[in-house]
């Protein structure tokens, strides 16, 4: 059974940080892509970010490029998200989801991501 654990989510004032971590069973993170996605109250889904297996590669939408940091350890088989200079519009649950990191036209795309985590929540005040 495949499982994703998100945690690391809280508040924070707006120019602060925080990691997130996703810690993952079931499939190992050196063989598989891992993604990021987010949810603010009344908006769709988007994508945050995404790395490959063993970290080969990365890819960031431009809401976050150059803030956000994406790495794996497959060790602990957990990937996290460095968040950085956050703002108040990367407010959001966010969310791990496995297997893939599908861009297209330089957007996260969902299709193929068949386990989620439950999410954490991150709030960002002004």
């Known amino acids: 059974e495949v499982q994703l654990q998100a945690s690391g989510g809280g508040l924070v004032q707006a120019g602060g940080s925080l990691r997130l971590s996703c810690v993952i069973s079931?499939?190992?993170?050196?063989?598989?892509?891992i993604s990021w996605f987010r949810q603010a109250p009344g908006k769709e889904r988007e994508g945050v970010s995404c790395?490959?297996?063993?970290?080969?590669?990365?890819h960031y939408e431009d809401s976050v490029k150059g803030r956000f940091a994406v790495s794996s350890d497959g060790v602990k088989n957990t990937v996290y998200l460095q968040m950085n200079n956050l703002e108040p519009e990367d407010s959001a649950v966010y969310y791990c989801?496995?297997?893939?990191?599908?861009?297209?036209?330089?957007?996260?795309?969902?299709?193929?991501?068949?386990?989620w985590g439950q999410g954490t929540q991150v709030t960002v005040s002004s």
């Open positions: 079931g499939l190992s993170v050196d063989e598989n892509a």
């Open positions: 790395v490959g297996n063993r970290g080969r590669s990365t």
């Open positions: 989801a496995a297997a893939g990191c599908l861009v297209v036209g330089d957007r996260l795309q969902e299709y193929g991501l068949e386990y």
